[in-house]
T-cell receptor, first 114, second 116 residues
Framework: DTGVSQDPRHKITKRGQNVTFRCDPI?????LYWYRQTLGQGPEFLTY????????KSRLLSDRFSAERPKGSFSTLEIQRTEQGDSAMYLC????????????FGPGTRLTVT | DQQVKQNSPSLSVQEGRISILNCDYT??????FLWYKKYPAEGPTFLIS?????DKNEDGRFTVFLNKSAKHLSLHIVPSQPGDSAVYFC???????????????FGKGTKLSVIP
């Protein structure tokens, strides 16, 4: 399977704990995106990388959120001091670099903060 | 404010009939539109897209129509099959319009149920 993969698929954590999610994009894609989806809503953009450079961040990405893509391949999204409002599905997507708009999504990581 | 609106939360259609899912947008900088299908516990799957220079794009049973003046697009599925039952998201991009952003802006989705 050469699609986008995400790990873990589910994460339950207590409020105040830190969590880290991983995304492996489609291998020939050099753009990588993170989105968050809450119940009854569509995915909301968080941030975007081209290779290892983080080029765009949403105002939704508070100081407690940090994303990295150190070698331009996989990416991690860390949430520090989790709050109950962080409970959501975190989706990763990737795309080709040549002006392609279509983004291909992974299965997501469902975070529950208790 | 919701820049991409899907005003119908749900739609039920008989198998074999046409399904029409609607989407409206408010941002005139959007110039590329996409439809995604999502099954429970899976990520969204890209279905079909359309550039603002076109008014129609077809791919098999799926056709997307774009009315720029009305800022409206629709997805037609003909004939509808039970396996089409899923949540459908409309998404928009302003990549080529000068906004220069790669982010997609999504609607809230429409849950399609195709009844056998």
């Amino acid at each position: 399977d050469t699609g986008v993969s995400q790990d873990p698929r589910h994460k339950i954590t207590k409020r105040g704990q830190n969590v880290t999610f991983r995304c492996d994009p489609i291998s020939e894609h050099n753009r990588l995106y993170w989105y968050r989806q809450t119940l009854g809503q569509g995915p909301e953009f968080l941030t975007y990388f081209q290779n290892e450079a983080q080029l765009e961040k949403s105002r939704l990405l508070s100081d407690r959120f940090s994303a990295e893509r150190p070698k331009g391949s996989f990416s991690t999204l860390e949430i520090q001091r989790t709050e109950q409002g962080d409970s959501a599905m975190y989706l990763c997507a990737s795309s080709f670099s040549s002006g392609s708009v279509e983004q291909y999504f992974g299965p997501g990581t469902r975070l529950t903060v208790t | 404010d919701q820049q991409v609106k899907q005003n119908s939360p749900s739609l039920s259609v008989q198998e074999g009939r046409i399904s029409i899912l609607n989407c409206d947008y408010t941002n005139s900088m959007f110039d590329y539109f996409l439809w995604y299908k999502k099954y429970p516990a899976e990520g969204p799957t890209f279905l079909i897209s359309i550039s603002s220079i076109k008014d129609k794009n077809e791919d098999g049973r799926f056709t997307v129509f774009l009315n720029k003046s009305a800022k409206h697009l629709s997805l037609h599925i003909v004939p509808s099959q039970p396996g089409d039952s899923a949540v459908y998201f409309c998404a928009a991009s302003g990549l080529y319009s000068g906004a220069g952003s790669y982010q997609l802006t999504f609607g809230k989705g429409t849950k399609l149920s195709v009844i056998p």
